[in-house]
């Protein structure tokens, strides 16, 4: 079982920054995902990050974030972070954390390939 908080969302201005945070307890060493909704739309994968053994990581994004996101790790505090610089008034949306379960799986797009879900943090984004 992975239990899951985000928190960190809220309102900035077009060009802002926020960072989201993902408080883990349970089987973390699973890919962690970050995805997004808007009303009507289906959740969008944004970045993953995917423990491959040791001290090794993996992170993808997509297309859209990519160069504006970075998403992290804390070990000691066994919370994950997505970090948005440049946002835009598309980024706009509510944003959940996601686990896996499993360790290894680089590239986890899918809503379907997590197990575990956070309650989502708004973020808006203001043009």
């Known amino acids: 079982q992975v239990q899951l908080v985000e928190s960190g969302g809220g309102l900035v201005q077009a060009g802002g920054s926020l960072r989201l945070s993902c408080a883990a307890s349970?089987?973390?060493?699973?890919?962690m995902g970050w995805f997004r909704q808007t009303p009507g739309k289906e959740q969008e994968f944004v970045a993953s990050?995917?423990?491959?053994?040791?001290?090794?990581?993996?992170?993808d994004y997509a297309d859209s974030v990519k160069g504006r996101f970075t998403i992290s790790r804390d070990s000691a505090k066994n919370t994950f972070y997505l970090q948005m610089n440049s946002l835009k008034s598309e980024d706009t949306a509510m944003y959940f954390c996601?686990?896996?379960?499993?360790?290894?799986?680089?590239?986890?797009?899918?809503?379907?390939?997590?197990?575990?879900w956070g309650q989502g943090t708004q973020v808006t984004v203001s043009s």
């Open positions: 349970g089987r973390t060493k699973s890919t």
């Open positions: 996601a686990a896996s379960g499993v360790p290894g799986g680089k590239k986890l797009r899918s809503r379907t390939q997590y197990a575990y």
């Open positions: 990050l995917a423990w491959i053994g040791d001290n090794a990581y993996y992170a």
